[in-house]
């Protein structure tokens, strides 16, 4: 194997280092995650090694929280010479006001799940049960909006 033709890889060795299928590497290629590979004359896709770690970055954020376009977008900063740290932070922050938002959701929920939780004792029948009375309210509610 010659020095020029290590520098290159097949969609199938990227998608081994990276941990992900082929499947995932073509939908970022369509999602424009990844840019298009050049092609032997054969048609073969070919790769060059640092698509592994733009890969690697990817499921990173995706771990964070991060939409595709968000990514998309954090991807752009990269190549955009005018970007700063700030520009980078200000996407971060935004995440962080997201997750804490979700997170006053789901307390809200679970004290709503708790507070059904605390009045379903004993062992009556399951008509009155309140966490079905509840919902059949709140889908009568939903329904006549």
Same mark, same amino acid.
């Given at each position: 194997m ?32 990844? #840019?298009? #590979?050049?092609?032997? #004359? ?14 690697? @970055?990817?499921?990173k954020?995706?771990?964070?929280? @991060? ?5 998309r ?56 049960? #309140? !966490?079905?009375?509840? !919902? ?10």
């Open positions: 010659s020095v020029e033709s290590a520098k290159i890889m097949t969609i199938g060795q990227v998608a081994r280092l990276a941990g992900v299928g082929v499947e995932t590497i073509r939908f970022y290629e369509r999602e424009g995650l990844l #840019p298009k #590979p050049q092609r032997r #004359p054969s048609g073969y896709r070919v790769f060059s090694p640092d698509i592994v770690g733009r890969i690697q @970055f990817i499921k954020a995706k771990q964070l929280g @991060f939409s595709l376009k968000e990514i977008e954090l991807l752009s900063l990269r190549v955009d010479s005018r970007a700063t740290r700030a520009d980078v932070k200000k996407y971060i922050d935004a995440k962080i006001e997201q997750v804490d938002e979700r997170v006053r959701d789901l307390k809200r929920m679970r004290a709503a799940l708790v507070q059904l939780s605390n009045a379903c004792v004993g062992s009556g029948p399951l008509g009155d049960f #309140p !966490l079905l009375v509840a !919902l059949e309210a709140t889908q009568i509610k939903d329904m006549s909006a």
